[in-house]
């Protein structure tokens, strides 16, 4: 009886022991200088998410993001990522004597790094990364023989000539981040040799000189983005360890020796934007391990390597883009057996044949481009077996053949790029299971018969390019019905009768003349919103409606046989170019042109207009636009009365120069997606972790 109860209490002892030990309850009072100058520290940086506001009492355990050493209460770590703090740093972290862990890093800091800091010789992490610091970095720097990992990344005003001391002022440096920052000069030779060094990202900045071999083990190399010249090394070193290599966007000559391959754990290697010359050699075959392959924007030629890497059943190449090179020949079988691949760019190269049936077992491939070589035949059936693909860009081939009805198998299609090929036939009703598509170019093919019902599927719909053609019939009802559209270019094909007078309030875009405001800028990427219906045979008046877009850029209903009046324009905000020039329109020329600040492209030339033109908003501003209109007075001030002889110098062309061949390029709509699904893929690889469970789940 007696060892019933006693065996229970001693559990609940022993239990109660653990508890004690592995979450003591004593608090840790922090060193009163320490306190003193985190406080000072505080009370010059702006917190306005209030995330010091724990700094209170002397508890060590309750001050947010600052951790104290259980035997002497010292301040070892003081870790404030992210916390949205600005301001400039105060010297007063230098009395942090014993600190050993400083990351600042995700902040808005400015100002120039303290050259105090040497005073903290113990310390082993310094992170200041994405900051506002600017400056040359503090020699003093050079006197913490501790540290092993100096981490500065993302701070554009830091740089000046790279400093000397970098590479062996600390025997136990393992990280060096200097990346995004704006240092220029050579690298110093010293740091080849440092043994210690296992992680080194100089990439972003203004650095040049040889790429040099490194004689250490490395796990990862990035000095993108810089002015590094010379030709590639083996980094034998680092065979066994590196698992990321990124030169690309420098000026690397020469060919891609085949040591390269030796490097078994690399994962990633991006060497695009180089001078990268001569043939693969086919003994340069990737281990299994490496999951993104760019060698794209290179001069590299000869037939594509018919085995370029490694591959099983569970890992692989992930990303392959060999594009904008002078690549010949087919495209190898062996690709097709690349089972892991999710992107495959092969587009801008001299690639003949026809693309591989045996496509289709690429079951993982989400993005195929193809486009800009001289591919033949049709696109394969088995294509559909490609059921996860995202984007199917094949323009600018010699394809022929039909649009195959069984690509509705591909539900996840969001871009479907066939443009500039020999494609015929209609487009097939089965196209309406491809509900997710966004981006759509049937352009320059020889389609024809009228426009299918499949279309008005497709909700999403931002781009929509079936432009030179020979697609006829009247234009049907549903036109203006997609909310989400951007642009649609039906230019030169046979479409007769009357602008639809649809629902034009639908489109968000042509509707909302605000709507480049408010989104985000981005580089070399520009919103086209606009309607092409030139060169068809359209007739009757234009739709009221169509002129009451506040959103619309771009209108171009030149060459068809329309009439009457122009509706007033005071209500397009937004237009920028407006051609409706070879019509039979009559009437006034609406008064409010000048009105109109975003308009820079403007042609009416060839209708039968009449009236008078004021000089402010006709020849002076737009000159030869009200050619070709016999009762049309246009004001002049080169010449007394009206002036009837100014004559557009290309008549017609001058809007497709306005927004870009094609006459809109798809590649502006391209652009962001493919750089948001490079940089995901990018991104998510480096991460061992991530990789392991992209390779296990399907998306």
């Not at 990035?222 to 290599?245: D, E, H, M, V, Y």
């Amino acid at each position: 009886m007696k060892l019933n109860w006693v065996l229970p209490l001693y559990l609940c002892k022993l239990f109660f022991l653990i508890l004690l030990f592995t979450h003591p309850s004593e608090s840790l009072e922090l060193n009163l200088q320490e306190k003193a100058s985190l406080l000072l520290f505080r009370s010059l940086v702006q917190d306005p998410n209030q995330r010091l506001s724990s700094w209170v009492g002397s508890n060590c355990t309750n001050w947010t993001g600052v951790t104290c050493d259980r035997q002497t209460s010292h301040v070892v770590s003081l870790n404030l990522i992210n916390m949205n703090l600005s301001g400039q740093v105060h010297r007063s972290l230098c009395e942090l004597l014993f600190l050993e862990n400083l990351a600042l890093s995700g902040n808005n800091l400015s100002g120039r790094i303290p050259l105090c800091f040497d005073a903290l010789n113990g310390l082993k992490t310094l992170d200041l990364s994405h900051n506002g610091f600017v400056g040359v970095l503090p020699d003093t720097l050079m006197r913490l023989r501790n540290l092993k990992a100096l981490i500065l990344s993302g701070n554009r005003g830091l740089g000046g000539v790279f400093p000397w001391w970098v590479g062996n002022f600390s025997t136990n440096l393992e990280k060096l981040d200097m990346s995004f920052d704006s240092f220029r000069g050579e690298v110093p030779e010293s740091l080849f040799y440092l043994k210690s060094l296992k992680y080194l990202d100089l990439g972003n900045n203004y650095l040049e000189g040889d790429v040099h071999e490194f004689y250490q083990g490395l796990t990862y190399l990035n000095l993108g983005s810089n002015r590094f010249s010379g030709t590639l090394p083996c980094l034998s070193a680092s065979a066994s360890s590196l698992t990321l290599l990124k030169l690309d966007n420098n000026s690397i000559v020469g060919g891609i020796p085949t040591c390269i391959a030796s490097l078994q754990a690399l994962t990633h290697m991006n060497l695009s934007f180089n001078h990268l010359s001569y043939e693969i050699s086919p003994r340069l075959v990737f281990m299994e391990k490496l999951l993104v392959l760019d060698l794209s924007f290179n001069d590299l030629s000869g037939p594509l390597p018919s085995k370029i890497a490694e591959t099983t059943e569970k890992s692989g190449l992930v990303l392959l883009d060999l594009s904008h090179n002078r690549f010949s020949g087919e495209i190898p079988l062996k690709i097709t057996e690349l089972r892991s691949l999710q992107a495959l760019f092969l587009s801008h190269n001299l690639l003949t044949g026809e693309i591989p049936a045996r496509i289709g077992n690429l079951t993982y491939l989400q993005v195929i481009d193809l486009s800009h070589n001289m591919l033949s035949g049709s696109i394969p059936l088995n294509i559909v077996g490609c059921f996860q693909l995202l984007a199917l860009i094949v323009n600018n081939n010699n394809l022929s053949g039909q649009i195959q009805q069984e690509l509705d198998a591909l539900d996840s299609l969001k871009i479907l790029d066939i443009s500039n090929n020999r494609i015929s036939g209609e487009i097939p009703l089965t196209l309406a299971g491809l509900k997710s598509l966004e981006i759509v170019d049937f352009s320059s093919n020889n389609l024809s018969g009228s426009l299918s019902d499949a279309i008005t599927k497709w909700s999403n719909l931002k781009y929509l390019s079936i432009a030179r053609n020979k697609l006829s019939g009247n234009l049907p009802n549903w036109l203006f019905s997609f909310g989400a559209i951007q642009m649609m270019d039906f230019s030169s094909n046979k479409f007769t009768g009357y602008i639809p007078d649809g629902n034009f309030n639908i489109s968000l875009n042509f509707n909302n003349g605000d709507i480049t405001r408010s989104l985000p800028a981005k580089p070399c990427v520009s919103m086209r919103i606009g309607i092409d219906l030139s060169d068809n045979l359209l007739h009757g008046v234009i739709p009221d409606g169509l002129f009451e877009l506040r959103g619309l850029k771009y209108l171009n209903l030149s060459y068809n046989f329309l009439n009457g009046q122009v509706p007033g324009l005071d209500k397009m905000l937004s237009l920028r170019a407006l051609d409706l020039s070879h019509n039979s329109l009559t009437g006034q020329i609406p008064g409010n042109i000048s009105t109109l600040k975003d308009l820079t492209l403007l042609n009416l030339s060839y209708n039968s207009f009449s009236g008078f033109v004021p000089e402010k908003q006709g020849s002076r501003k737009f000159p030869g636009a009200f050619a070709g209109n016999p009762d049309l007075c246009v004001e002049s001030a080169s010449s007394e009365g009206c002036d009837q002889t100014s004559l557009p110098t290309v008549p017609g062309k001058s809007f497709r120069e306005e927004i870009g061949e094609g006459p809109i390029s798809i590649w502006v709509f391209c652009l962001s997606f493919f750089v948001s699904f490079y940089l995901g893929v990018v991104t998510l690889f480096c991460s061992a972790r991530t990789r392991k469970y992209i390779l296990q789940t399907k998306n």
